[in-house]
């Protein structure tokens, strides 16, 4: 008798590791419910992350697209003055036109790169990676446009069709390159390789 009550009657330091046992697991599902809630702020985050990204993508390539835009426009729109107002063959008025875009639009991304301190060697290799396939892009339009057009490479300067045939060259020109310069960008080439001398 005196043995069984002895057996039914838990030792106290049997009782406290038993309520330490089960204060361990009581503690478990709760660790591993804050352990799930983790893990989906972390997705979450992620997917914020990535989200922002992706806008923050389209908005830089719109600003390098706009920036490289703005030397090819005064490039485009330098080449076809000249070559309307002195009666150039369409095609020589289109290859001057070309010649120039390049000249300005490296000049202008130079001109930053110059003032961060590189060399010219140096600052000219850059513009040339940064805005070689972007430039392609946009005359390949700019001009297109004005080629397709009826009458525009003939206009007169005076002539409204010549200058609205020039804009509108443009302004498709930015929405084809916008992608592409978001393409190279985000593999690591066009203007971004111009953002560490920023």
């Not at 992620?46 to 920036?67: K, P, Y």
């Not at 490039?75 to 300005?104: C, K, P, W």
Request: with cysteine; charged share 10%.
């Amino acid at each position: 008798m005196e043995h069984s009550a002895h057996q039914g009657h838990e030792h106290p330091a049997q009782h406290a590791q038993h309520a330490h046992h089960e204060q361990q697991h009581g503690h478990h599902p709760d660790h591993t419910q804050h352990t799930g809630h983790s893990e989906q702020h972390a997705q979450h985050t992620g997917h914020a992350h990535q989200h922002h990204g992706g806008s923050s993508s389209w908005r830089t390539a719109a600003q390098a697209t706009l920036h490289c835009l703005t030397g090819c426009a005064i490039g485009e729109v330098l080449g076809q003055v000249i070559g309307v107002g002195f009666g150039l063959h369409n095609g020589a008025t289109v290859v001057l036109s070309i010649a120039l875009a390049f000249v300005f639009g490296y000049a202008l991304t130079m001109r930053g790169v110059l003032k961060a301190g590189l060399p010219f060697r140096e600052a000219l290799k850059v513009a040339l990676a940064a805005d070689t396939v972007s430039i392609i892009v946009m005359e390949l339009i700019d001009n297109g446009v004005m080629v397709a057009v009826p009458g525009a490479m003939d206009a007169g300067l005076g002539q409204l069709l010549f200058w609205l045939s020039l804009a509108g060259s443009l302004v498709l020109a930015f929405l084809v390159t916008v992608p592409v310069n978001r393409w190279l960008i985000g593999r690591g080439r066009g203007h971004a390789v111009v953002h560490a001398y920023h």
